[in-house]
């Protein structure tokens, strides 16, 4: 993933949140802090950098003016879409060497592997 964010872009401490974002507008950075698995010191530094290359921009909560909201920009938009593109590219190549009933297996197998990190590994 790192690979393909770097070929369309994207620095790699941008790739998750822009991943996160684009499924999850006007998250808050203590979300995007969980998400990452990262300090929320460390998630607002990459978030002025963003916003100042304008990746993401920062609107006030209207319910709770206590609270930024994020969202991608046009240009945070279109980097999304093309690692979007660019990771499905990809998969399809994988997908097209393992073969269909070897991809059914792979499934199966990462199916099993989550409900087993579910259930307290």
Do not use: W
């Not at 990452?36 to 290359?53: D, G, L, P, R, Y």
């Not at 006030?60 to 994020?70: A, G, M, S």
């Not at 938009?77 to 060497?97: A, F, G, Y």
Request: net charge neutral; proline share 2%; hydrophobic share 30%.
């Amino acid at each position: 993933m790192r690979k393909c964010a770097l070929e369309v872009g994207i620095p790699d401490s941008y790739r998750m949140i822009i991943m996160y974002l684009s499924r999850n507008p006007g998250s808050s950075q203590k979300e995007l802090s969980e998400f990452a698995s990262k300090t929320t010191a460390a998630v607002n530094q990459t978030v002025k950098e963003m916003q100042s290359n304008g990746y993401i921009r920062k609107e006030t909560d209207e319910k709770d003016q206590r609270y930024t909201r994020l969202y991608l920009t046009e240009k945070g938009m279109e980097k999304s879409e093309l690692l979007r593109e660019r990771l499905h590219k990809s998969d399809n190549i994988i997908t097209e060497k393992m073969g269909f009933e070897n991809e059914e297996k792979l499934i199966e197998f990462l199916d099993g592997m989550t409900e087993l990190i579910k259930g307290g590994l």
